[in-house]
């Protein structure tokens, strides 16, 4: 079992917005499947995204008097206000967390990596505490579950899906931000590293994203280790330390 440094008061606040605008998002997630489910059941097919789902919602709505009373699109207006409130509270949370992080050096640094941004880097920063914790920086990706499980059978080794362990929050963010540099690099190949270029050539896209998040962790490490910037392709990240 891992054991890190206890967190600073200033980390654990942190830590509680990242955590609560996790909730957040999670309950305007079940929300707009309920916004979509509902009137789905008449037949009407609502968009995916949660930008302009209750416009649509609403639009829909009004084109269909005879198929739809005036309570059930009054419940329809009443959960697309609540997804409405919970989008401002989202969007409350993530302005304290990047004021925040616009005045944590550590998370600065991190968020020089492509594929972590603003609050990828704040959570990781925040999460970690002193890197010196950890040995290497694949110590960190396994306390993170960015690590294939190991197995062995007569006394050959076979490696399995990632451990999952840690933070899910964290590693979500993790990987979410690495199927973006893979997007882009999908779009504009000439700018894109050779490592995961080759990556993507040879293995599923989903692989390929939780490899470079694994990598994304183990560089974080060693830039924190060496309070350096990211340069591609200069940073060691298989280097260990003593703690």
């Known amino acids: ?18 955590r609560a605008r996790a909730g957040l998002v999670r309950s305007r997630t079940a929300l707009a499947n309920q916004i979509r489910g509902l009137p789905g059941e008449s037949g009407i ?22 198929e739809h009373g005036e309570p059930f699109r009054l419940l329809i207006q009443m959960l697309v ?18 004021a925040i992080h616009r005045t944590d050096a550590p998370g600065q640094l991190l968020e020089t990596i492509p594929g972590i941004g603003a609050l990828t880097a ?16 694949r110590e960190l990706a396994a306390w993170l579950g960015l690590v294939p499980r190991q197995h062995s059978s007569g006394g050959t080794p076979h ?23 893979i997007r882009m690099a999908a779009t504009r190949p000439e ?24 990598k994304n962790a183990r560089t974080a490490w060693a ?5 350096q910037p990211y340069q591609a392709g200069h940073v ?3 280097s260990s330390v003593t703690r």
């Open 122 to 137: 704040s959570a990781l920063a925040a999460s970690i505490g002193n890197a010196r914790a950890f040995r290497s920086g």
């Open 191 to 214: 700018m894109a590293d050779s490592w995961l270029m080759n990556l993507c050539r040879r293995r599923h896209k989903n692989i390929a994203a939780v490899a470079l998040a694994a």
């Open 45 to 66: 097919v609502l968009p995916q995204g949660i930008r302009l789902l209750g416009q649509r919602a609403m639009e829909a709505l009004s084109s269909r008097d005879i």
């Open 223 to 227: 830039m924190l280790i060496r309070d």
């Open 159 to 181: 490696l399995l899906g990632i451990s999952k362990r840690g933070d899910t929050a964290l590693r979500t963010l993790l990987i979410h931000g690495a199927r973006a540099v």
């Open 1 to 18: 079992m891992r054991f890190v440094p206890v967190k600073t008061p200033a980390q654990q606040t942190v830590l509680s917005l990242h």
């Open 236 to 238: 060691p990240v298989r």
């Open 81 to 98: 206000e609540h997804l409405r409130e919970l989008g401002n509270k989202v969007a409350e949370l993530e302005g304290r967390i990047r």
